[in-house]
Nanobody, 120 residues
């Protein structure tokens, strides 16, 4: 069973920075990517960034140039460095593991979320 644990959220003023961490446990047999999503009350979950199993990286346009994703495979951890934060970044941030095994449906695992609040 894969378990995820996010940390690093908090409350900051606009222009500030936060660094989120997500560590996973459990034995993952197949290639997997790790991603960050965010969600506000009453809205759909929104993609933020992905560090894929082949080390390719993607960002949502809304965070490109401000956020940086990184991954430490030895520590089984993905990080999200968030700089120049804006009130629009306020959301619950969730870590996701996407496991892709040959000839099988993708398996998705979610963390419990960590709250980020940015005040003006």
């Amino acid at each position: 069973q894969v378990q995820l644990a996010e940390s690093g959220g908090g409350s900051v003023q606009a222009g500030g920075s936060l660094r989120l961490s997500c560590a996973h446990s459990g034995d993952i047999a197949c290639n997997y990517g790790m991603s960050w999503y965010r969600q506000v009350l009453g809205k759909s979950r929104e993609f933020v960034s992905t560090f894929a199993s082949d080390s390719s990286i993607a960002y949502a346009d809304s965070v490109k140039g401000r956020f940086t994703i990184s991954r430490d495979n030895a520590k089984k951890t993905v990080y999200l460095q968030m700089n120049s934060l804006k009130p629009a970044d306020t959301a619950m941030y969730y870590c996701e593991v996407l496991q892709r095994c040959p000839f099988r449906e993708p398996e998705v695992y979610w963390g419990q979320g960590t709250q980020v609040t940015v005040s003006s």
